[in-house]
């Protein structure tokens, strides 16, 4: 399979502002690039990049005042398959797990296990360990959240999305990270691209949110916002929570303006 993805976001700033930004592939999917997905910028920037902590490509950039556009558009191979099932992957003990994956059982800014803690051990104390217990987790959230654009807030938390049963796609993500969290599962949040490649039309196109957690010696890739298996998944960037995945952090004031986003599947050469 073959999708052609990109985006087009474009800033309003009163004064020159620094921007760090997350919109490259994540390294791990830069082999699958049939063509570059370089940021451009208009007017023209000097764009620096490194890998962060958590292994993800940030780019910086000092917007000058007026008005900033921010684009790309590339073309990605992809398997065409979906997310993979594997109800026998165990839950490990902590003490068993590896030290890299100990830093997901841990609370984070958008994801309170201190506070959420007494009501997932009461909801999931009772599903068996493992894959079944996270699918549990899964259904739950998808269950209990009703999708909402006009709800979304930027400090919206875990726990606010658990109280007030609203929310988009990063608050499903955020409540079930939080929820495998507490039962001792390591989990992480993830953002990117996912079409809707094998399934009806659901809307105008975002980057979507969605988790991974650690069973049976590796990460498998859940999505309680779907709550079903999903193809065509083109990662950006992996974290604690959306904290550490910002699709722009700034440091000053910039207006979003205009924000497009695409991926869809592309025919092969003839």
């Excluded at 800014?109 to 201190?114: H, I, S, V």
């Amino acid at each position: 399979m073959r999708i052609t993805t990109g985006f087009e976001i474009a800033y309003e700033c009163p004064a020159p502002v620094p921007m760090l930004l997350m919109l490259s592939v994540h390294p791990s999917r830069r082999d699958d690039l049939e063509t570059p997905d370089w940021l451009r910028t208009e007017p023209p920037l000097d764009v620096r990049q490194y890998i962060d902590g958590y292994g993800n490509i940030c780019s910086r950039v000092l917007a000058p005042a007026g008005r900033l556009t921010l684009s790309a558009d590339f073309i990605i191979r992809d398997t065409g398959l979906i997310d993979e099932y594997a109800p026998e992957a165990v839950q490990h003990p902590v003490e068993d797990l590896p030290d890299d994956a100990l830093l997901y059982l841990l609370g984070s800014r958008y994801c309170e296990t201190d506070r959420l803690t007494e009501a997932a051990w009461s909801l999931f104390q009772n599903t068996p360990p493992g894959w079944a217990r996270v699918q549990a987790i899964t259904d739950y959230v998808h269950n209990h959240i009703v999708f909402n654009y006009a709800h979304a807030r930027p400090s919206k938390t875990a726990y606010d999305a658990w109280i007030e049963a609203s929310g988009v796609c990063r608050d499903y993500a955020h409540l079930a990270v939080a929820f495998c969290r507490c039962m001792n599962i390591p989990a992480r949040y993830c953002t990117g691209y996912l079409g809707d490649i094998g399934v009806p039309v659901v809307g105008v196109m975002d980057f979507s949110a969605w988790f991974e957690v650690y069973l049976g010696g590796r990460w498998y890739t859940f999505d309680a916002r779907n709550n079903m298996p999903r193809m065509a998944r083109v990662l950006i960037a992996r974290g604690r929570d959306a904290v550490d995945v910002p699709i722009a952090a700034t440091f000053g004031v910039a207006d979003l303006v205009k924000f497009e986003v695409t991926s869809h599947e592309a025919p092969f050469p003839t």
